[in-house]
């Protein structure tokens, strides 16, 4: 699945919290909610969350975390986290919320968020807020740093879960919510209603003058499949059992032979499903993690062990003859990660290959 919340910062450093009536178990969160199959991207899905609840229109700033977690009580969700411009209190003191969805809301600090959230969101929330903006969009697995996240956070242990003792709300009424009140779907019977992506995790491997590693796919029964086309080694995330970057290494050591462990996370791209963009030849949306490999040498490429029911070829290609290969949404999205390599921080957030705060209509791939 998809989420998608929102960190709205004040002057003084804190963070607004929400208090859902609805959730007995753990009624904190933060600003947001789960994707739809209408929503053009997760960044998208945040603006409507909010909208929804809150009762206007926010403005968004960079994604703040992606963090992939695990669950034996539900699938997967893939969690964006994006930060907004810090309210005034004028703007805070005007929401008008849906009180189906938000029973009052507070600012909290940093540590008091950490003790009232959930343990899994209190550890997302709480590395967005101590890491430096610069190294954004941080990359989590579990809610744990991953990737170029270690040389920014330091290990800590987990905070007591308190929720909201000793907090006053604003906008509703700090109690919990009557026994009257059921939510109108059990847990079990709201998961499976869920609309579900797919995720992919490719990997970009260069020769030392630069040539992009490709691979050509067999073709196969399905949409897109009947002619052999290019792409950067990877393919599926198991979704009930692995995280992005042991898929990553998985899919490199099945396609090609290579033990190989994956380097930044470079790219996110969102590539959004027919009901977004009527379009697209796809039933549903898909999460494309680009991590880096690193530069490949003769001597690595004369080992590799192709997977026959998988890929005809690979191939080193100029720039140039990359984005002939490619679809267009496919070289959009390598050269993103290639530029990627050459700046600090996080991965690019893409849409159809295109930068996520103003992406074009995505073209079909």
């Known amino acids: 699945m998809a989420a998608a919340g929102v960190l709205f910062p004040d002057g003084q450093g804190r963070v607004l919290v929400v208090r859902l009536p ?4 753990h009624p904190v969160a933060i600003p947001g909610g789960g994707w739809e199959p209408g929503d053009l991207s997760p960044r998208r899905t945040a603006v409507r969350e909010i909208a ?15 963090d992939w977690t695990l669950d034996d009580s539900r699938p997967p969700i893939a969690a964006h986290l994006y930060w907004a411009e810090p309210l005034t209190p004028e703007q805070a003191a ?11 809301w507070a600012w909290l600090t940093p540590e008091q968020a950490g003790h009232a959230l959930p343990p899994r969101l209190s550890r997302r929330v709480g590395a967005c807020l101590r890491a430096p903006r610069s190294a954004g969009p941080l990359e989590l697995e579990d809610s ?23 907090v006053a709300l604003t906008g509703g009424a700090d109690r919990p919510t009557p026994e009257a009140a059921d939510p109108p779907l059990d847990r079990a019977t709201y998961i499976a209603t869920r609309p579900r992506i797919r995720a992919k995790a490719r990997t970009l491997f ?40 042991a898929a990553a290494r998985r899919e490199v050591r099945e396609e090609l032979g290579w033990e190989c462990e994956p380097g930044r996370l470079l790219a996110l791209d ?12 796809r039933e549903t949306a898909v999460l494309v993690y680009v991590f880096d490999g690193g530069a490949v040498t003769e001597e690595q490429l004369a080992s590799a062990v192709l997977a026959e029911d998988e890929l005809v070829e690979l191939r080193l290609c100029d720039p140039e003859e990359a984005q002939r290969l490619l679809s267009a949404s496919s070289w959009a999205r390598t050269a993103a990660a290639l530029a990627a390599r050459h700046r600090p ?3 690019a957030e893409l849409v159809g290959g295109r930068p996520a705060d103003r992406p074009e209509r995505p073209r079909v791939s």
């Open 22 to 25: 609805y959730d007995r178990k």
């Open 52 to 66: 929804e609840e809150l009762g206007f229109t926010p403005r968004l700033g960079p994604l703040a975390c992606i």
């Open 94 to 104: 005007a929401f008008t919320p849906d009180s189906a969805e938000v029973g009052g």
């Open 144 to 166: 744990l740093p991953a990737g170029h996240t270690l040389d920014h956070l330091a290990a800590e242990p987990p905070v007591a879960y308190t929720r909201l003792t000793g």
């Open 206 to 245: 260069t020769a030392e003058d630069g040539r992009v590693l490709l691979v050509r796919l067999r073709p196969w029964d399905g949409p897109g499949g009947e002619e052999p086309y290019w792409v950067l080694p990877g393919g599926g995330i198991e979704a009930d059992r692995e995280l992005p970057r």
């Open 270 to 281: 969102w590539l959004p499903g027919r009901a977004a963009d009527p379009a697209s030849r």
């Open 345 to 347: 921080g996080g991965p």
